[in-house]
């Protein structure tokens, strides 16, 4: 049987080989040995040319001859939820969509991520005692991930 170890330790290898600052988001291994990779990096877009480069590495030292296997080397989307703490700290600074386990669903500035939690900070008008008009405050929410459904990047035109 084919190995998710197996597969990471191919893909880390050849993401290693090529000095770039990628990383493995997602590796998924069906009943039917469809091997599917998602890869992303720390701070730029990845290139068709490293998903070749590892597909052919993880296909060259898998053989077909025992098992036969189907593999898909990707980025990992854009309008995909995070999954792993280098996507909460690579899109440090840009607007994210929190969907909490309790449905609850809070939009705003993806300020910090650590091991434990993240924080989003969200700006509203609110009526502050002693002034006329209403002014904006800036509230800060930490999120345990334990308690989140769902994080993804607010994709906005504007």
């Known amino acids: 049987m084919i190995s998710k170890e197996n597969i990471r330790k191919l893909a880390e290898e050849r993401i290693a080989e090529l000095g770039k600052d990628l990383f ?9 040995n469809v091997i599917q990779v998602e ?21 060259h030292n898998l053989d077909r001859e025992t098992q036969d296997f189907e593999l898909h080397v990707s980025s990992a989307g ?5 999954r792993v703490l280098e996507q909460y700290q690579k899109n440090i600074g840009r607007e994210v969509s929190v969907q909490l386990n309790d449905g609850a669903t809070i939009k705003g500035l993806l300020e910090n991520a ?9 700006i509203s008008r609110e009526k502050v005692e002693g002034k ?11 999120f345990a991930y334990k308690d989140v459904k769902a994080t993804k990047i607010i994709i906005s035109f504007k």
């Open 24 to 32: 493995i988001v997602d590796i998924k291994i069906s009943g039917k």
């Open 132 to 142: 006329k008009k209403k002014v904006e405050v800036k509230n800060t929410h930490t």
């Open 114 to 122: 650590d091991e434990k939690s993240f924080i989003v900070s969200t």
């Open 39 to 59: 890869l992303e990096s720390k701070t730029e877009n990845v290139a068709i040319a490293d998903c070749v480069s590892v597909s052919r590495n993880i296909e």
């Open 78 to 82: 854009l309008d995909q939820p995070f």
